[in-house]
C-alpha cells in the first residue's frame, strides 16, 4: 500500500521542523553549558592550545547564542 504524496511531503515538512526544534534547542542549551568551561581555561592561561581552545569557545558560543536565541518562544 502506498502513501499518497501530499502525506509524504507534509511528514517531511513535519520532521524537518522537528529537526530545525532539536538543533535550536541543543544550541540554546549549549550556549549555556559552554561558558561553565571558561574558568578552567582562564586559570591555565591563554598562552598557546588553551589559548586556541578559548578563542574557538568564544565562537562556538557565540554560533549557539545565534542559533538558539530564539528556543521555546
Known amino acids: 500500500m502506498s502513501i499518497p504524496a501530499p502525506t509524504r511531503l507534509a ?5 524537518a521542523g522537528l529537526m ?4 535550536k534547542a541543543a544550541a540554546f542549551w549549549a550556549a549555556i553549558a559552554i561558558p561553565a568551561t571558561y574558568p578552567m ?3 591555565m592561561g591563554l598562552e ?4 586556541l ?8 558560543n557565540a554560533l549557539a547564542l545565534a542559533i538558539g536565541h530564539d528556543h521555546k518562544r
Request: no cysteine; net charge neutral; hydrophobic share 50%.
Open 48 to 51: 598557546g592550545t588553551p589559548g
Open 11 to 15: 511528514s517531511g515538512q513535519q520532521v
Open 53 to 60: 581552545l578559548f578563542v574557538a569557545l568564544l565562537f562556538a
Open 20 to 23: 530545525t526544534g532539536t538543533v
Open 41 to 43: 581555561l582562564l586559570y
